[in-house]
């Protein structure tokens, strides 16, 4: 059985720093790609950032210049390192994983297993 298990958030002022870790279990993730989406209050899930079996990588504008995403095939876990973060990143973080080695689009269609998810709120 797959699972995947964040870790990592909290609460944290604005301009601070946070790093999210996702151990995957159940199936080794090295050569697909994986991804970090995230559901503000009261809004739809969005896409953050994804990294693919080769480990290139993809993040969204609003969060460019401040969050890496990283994996570490050794582990089977992937990371988010988030900077300079800003109140309007307060949302639940979920860790992404899809069956594929890379996925083009942003939406959370293509990944097939999730993670519970894991709060972060930015305070002003």
């Known amino acids: 059985q797959v699972q995947l298990v964040e870790s990592g958030g909290g609460l944290v002022q604005a301009g601070g720093s946070l790093r999210l870790s996702c151990a995957a279990s159940?199936?080794?993730?090295?050569?697909?790609?994986m991804g970090w989406f995230r559901q503000p209050p009261g809004k739809e899930r969005e896409f953050v950032a994804t990294?693919?079996?080769?480990?290139?990588?993809r993040t969204a504008d609003s969060v460019k210049g401040r969050f890496t995403i990283s994996r570490d095939n050794a582990k089977n876990t992937v990371s988010l390192q988030m900077n300079n973060l800003k109140p309007e990143d307060t949302a639940v973080y979920y860790c992404?994983?899809?069956?594929?080695?890379?996925?083009?689009?942003?939406?959370?269609?293509?990944?097939?297993?999730w993670g519970q998810g894991t709060q972060v709120t930015v305070s002003s």
């Open positions: 990294i693919s079996g080769s480990g290139d990588t």
């Open positions: 992404a994983a899809s069956k594929l080695r890379v996925v083009f689009t942003t939406t959370p269609g293509p990944y097939d297993y």
């Open positions: 159940g199936r080794t993730f090295s050569s697909n790609a």
